[in-house]
Each structure stands twice: as structure tokens, then as C-alpha cells.
């Protein structure tokens, strides 16, 4: 996809560094890169971490297991003989990265500042931190960003052909959360459902799919076309407060499938019981680790009760990085 959009991820990195990284394989697997100042530059894999280190001009990937018990990590005291020199972030670098990130316009961002992150082209999602900028007892803005966490996005097509079965509804879908903790997986789950929901398949006809996708992440938008596959059949109304997206496409774009990521609020969930009662079906996402933390939640207890949701699709991402599911049912029963 980076070649498809003109955009790659070393394009994120100050000039000083792009060489060395376009010169080393680095992004197979990658999950997301921390950046923090005064500490070495972390790349996440599903099999562990690795970091950038170098001598005499030379640059490599070391894995944490070749730091000799942790020795080099730390800014303090003294480093072990022979130990790989990583490399460590400086503040300079920290400025030069939110230049290329904001496209030289923090402060066009300012809202998404607000809300912790900034989602980029390919739908990468730049969290952010630093000094908070606080007004009336509610976070208007940062400064002194100096810390960052590059979520990588990633489109896995197929990786949710063994689900539609368990979601799929004579003609339509049950309504259906997909649950997860923080980084298992569940918008990429979500996304490959969306795609072979639109598109269909010898069996059933592809689905009407509208997606709100208030953070970008689903669809990656950019100028308001998307950057990842949704299928033939799919809206997306980008940039938009969950809430208010449903609505509006309930009003204006008759969806057989209403999606959309991270529900959380009272609002959203308000709009799910609307949209429940209109005819369309919902295919979302929530964070929870487990399903005692799902039923814990307070807006979804509720709806637990309820039964509004039929089908709850836990994701489990294992110590090697491979991802595996649960299907439960309205009565938080498994059934798969």
C-alpha cells in the first residue's frame, strides 16, 4: 500500500536516519515504533522488540535478547563493553518528526492533539504526549510533545474469512462487537469484515456497509478517498463523532450495515439502540480483555441486558503474535 500512495514510513524518520533505515529490512511484522527523547528507538514485533543501533557508520537491527541483560537500555550508568551503541532520540528529532506528521501544520491538528493522536495517510495512527495543556479541568491542548507511538496499520485481507460464518445472518449479519484489549487486532478484523461483507460472496450478495470512521483508521481516507480495501459496496463518511455519523448516515445513506470503531460513550451506545430500531445492523468494535471486563463496562451492561448484540467475537493475540477468536453469543455463552 506504501507504493500505492506515495507514502512510506521512513518518511516519518528525520533525513539523518532515512538512509540508514532505507538500507535495513525493518518493517516485515512491524507493529508500532516508540520514540521517546533520551531513550533508544523501540520497533514493536508480534515475536518481540528490536532497536536501532550502530558503529563507525555502520547502522543495524538489534533484538532486546542481544542487549546483554539490559545493560545498554538504560541512559544512566555504564554501558557494557562490546554492547551494540543504540541509537538515542534527541529533541531535534522529536520536532523534525512532528513537522512531517502534521505536514508542517501542528496546529492544524489541534483537535486531534486534544484527543492524544493524529491518524496519518495509510491510516497509521501516531499516538502523542508530553506536557498537558489544561483549562477549565478539560485537556485543551499539549505541549512540549516528547514522546510519540507509531501504530503501524496494517490491512490483512482474509484474515477474517473464518468469522462470516459465525456473524452471518440469513441475508444480513447478526449485530456483532468485536472485543479485544489495546492492540490485539480488532480494527483489522473489523476492516477485512467490512471488505467481504461488501463484497459478498457465490451465496450472498454484498451488503450495503456504511463505516464512520471518526479517527481515519478504518479506511485510511486521504482527500477523501479511502486507502484501504472496503469493498464495492461501502460508504464511508470519514472524520465524523461516532455518534453523529450513525445518525446521519441512517438518515442519508440506508445502510444494511452500519460500522464503526471503538465504541465507548453513552452517546454512541444511544445511537447503536436507534440505528438497533431503524432496520440496519451493527458491526462494531470496544476494548476489553476479557468477558468480565466487556460485562463490567458501565454504558454496555445495559445493553448486554438488553441483548442487543447477538454475536460478541473475542480476540486473543498469543505470546508468538498470532491472533485467535472466541464467538459468543447474546447471552455471552460460546458457542465457537
Known amino acids: 500500500m506504501e507504493e500505492e500512495t ?3 514510513l521512513e518518511m516519518l524518520f528525520p533525513l539523518r536516519l532515512r538512509a540508514s533505515l532505507a538500507a535495513i529490512p525493518w518493517k516485515d511484522g512491524l507493529e508500532e515504533v516508540r520514540v521517546r527523547i533520551g531513550q533508544p528507538l523501540e520497533f514493536f514485533y508480534g515475536g518481540g522488540r528490536r532497536y536501532l543501533a550502530g558503529r563507525n557508520g555502520e547502522c543495524r537491527m538489534v533484538w532486546e535478547k542481544e542487549l546483554r541483560g539490559g545493560h545498554a537500555l538504560s541512559a544512566r550508568g555504564k554501558t557494557v563493553p ?40 495509510g491510516g497509521h495512527r501516531i499516538g502523542i504526549c508530553g506536557g498537558a495543556v489544561v483549562e477549565g ?11 510519540l507511538n507509531i501504530r503501524v496499520a496494517h490491512e490483512r485481507p482474509g484474515c477474517a474469512e473464518n468469522l462470516m460464518d459465525s456473524i452471518r445472518k440469513e441475508g444480513s449479519i447478526y449485530n456483532t462487537l468485536l472485543v479485544s484489549a489495546p492492540g490485539a487486532g480488532k480494527t483489522t478484523y473489523l476492516r477485512d469484515s467490512i471488505r467481504l461483507l461488501s463484497e459478498g460472496n457465490a451465496q ?12 481515519s483508521e478504518i ?4 482527500m477523501g478517498i479511502p486507502q484501504n480495501d472496503l469493498g464495492p459496496c461501502t460508504d464511508v463518511l470519514d472524520g465524523c463523532p461516532k455518534a453523529e455519523g450513525m445518525l446521519l448516515m441512517l438518515r442519508s445513506m440506508s445502510p444494511q450495515v452500519l460500522a464503526v470503531d471503538e465504541l465507548g460513550t453513552e452517546k454512541d451506545f444511544a445511537a447503536v439502540d436507534v440505528a438497533a430500531c431503524s432496520g440496519s445492523r451493527i458491526l462494531g468494535t470496544v476494548h476489553a480483555g476479557n468477558m468480565t471486563e466487556l460485562a463490567e463496562k458501565p454504558y454496555l451492561r445495559r445493553w448486554i441486558g438488553k441483548k442487543v448484540f447477538e454475536r460478541y467475537v473475542l480476540i486473543r493475540r498469543e505470546v508468538s503474535g498470532e491472533r485467535r477468536f472466541e464467538i459468543y453469543d447474546e447471552c455471552l455463552e460460546r458457542v465457537c
Open 82 to 121: 562490546m554492547a551494540p551503541v543504540l541509537y538515542r532520540t534527541e529533541s531535534r528529532d522529536i520536532a523534525e518528526m512532528l513537522n512531517y506528521i502534521s505536514n508542517y501544520s501542528l496546529y492544524a491538528y489541534r483537535e486531534e492533539v486534544k484527543q492524544g493522536f493524529i491518524t496519518i495517510r
Open 137 to 147: 479541568g478539560r485537556l485543551a491542548g499539549m505541549h512540549h510533545i516528547t514522546f
Open 204 to 215: 450472498t450478495a454484498g451488503l450495503h456497509v456504511c463505516v464512520v470512521d471518526e479517527r
Open 6 to 8: 506515495g507514502f512510506s
Open 219 to 222: 479506511a485510511a481516507c486521504h
